[in-house]
């Protein structure tokens, strides 16, 4: 049984550039939340998406935005790239109605140059 | 604003011994209190959770207290051994019905536990 796939696993972006992530969440999950976590942090709350909308974001600017599609996979994209947008960029999935039950994946680092 | 606060951010312990990690919070909605172990290269893995309606749960070597008045949590490792080192979160969250909280996880700042044998 499948967790939740992440691509790529490591990524190097220059700054201003835009970049895209992709997740495939566990087989039978059907919402999809992306998380940063900044070396030594722990994961900051990005936004969750269900039935393909956005239904809730933390407190992270526009430039990142996201998508999910009918298949329940996911992408999530940072535009004008900063230094500070350096993190490992983790995907966790669930059942909607079992919020409890995320599964992460290993997540993409991201390095921004 | 930083909702769950944990301590110690590392913690040394020899193979047999305790090993315990504080979290307090600060949002009263919250109602389901997790602890998830992350080694390096990988994301965080769920090891334990509990509900403020228990005051304790334990699951093999682990434990979790829970003191509701006092909005604290923590983590018990028992007999810890050397495959426990790795870096350990608390988090919170809740969840509210056509509300605006889908049970997003408010992740503690993390404590690199090393067990030596």
């Known amino acids: 049984d499948a967790g939740v796939t992440q691509s790529p696993t490591h990524l190097i972006k220059t700054r201003g550039q835009q970049v895209t ?7 039978g999950h059907d919402t999809v939340s992306w998380y940063q976590q900044a070396l030594g942090q722990g994961p900051q ?15 992270f600017p526009d430039r990142f ?20 947008d ?15 039950g995320y599964t992460f994946g290993s997540g993409t680092r991201l390095t921004v140059v | ?11 040394i312990v020899q193979k047999g011994g305790i090993s315990i990690i504080n979290c307090a919070y600060e949002n009263t909605a919250f109602d389901y209190f997790p602890w998830y172990q992350q080694f390096p290269g990988k994301g965080p893995a769920l090891l334990i ?13 682990f434990t979790i207290s ?20 790795a870096t350990y979160f608390c988090a919170a969250s809740s969840f509210t019905a056509g509300g605006t909280s889908y049970g997003k996880l408010t992740f503690g700042q ?8």
């Open chain 2, 1 to 11: 604003q930083q909702q769950v606060k944990q301590s110690p951010q590392s913690l």
């Open chain 1, 86 to 100: 350096s993190a490992l960029y983790l995907c966790a999935s669930s059942l909607a109605g079992q919020f409890y």
């Open chain 2, 110 to 117: 993390g404590t690199i536990l090393t067990v030596h044998p």
């Open chain 2, 66 to 85: 829970f003191n509701k008045s006092a909005k604290q949590f923590s983590l018990h490792i028992m007999d810890s051994q050397p495959g426990d080192s």
């Open chain 1, 45 to 59: 709350f990005i936004f969750q998406y269900y039935e393909e909308e956005e239904r809730q974001r933390g407190n």
């Open chain 1, 65 to 84: 935005s996201g998508h999910q599609f009918p298949n329940y996979s996911s992408e999530l994209n940072v535009n004008a790239l900063l230094l500070g």
């Open chain 2, 49 to 61: 959770a509990i509900r403020p309606d228990v005051s304790e749960k334990k699951e093999g070597r």
């Open chain 1, 21 to 27: 992530l992709r997740c495939s969440p566990k087989s």
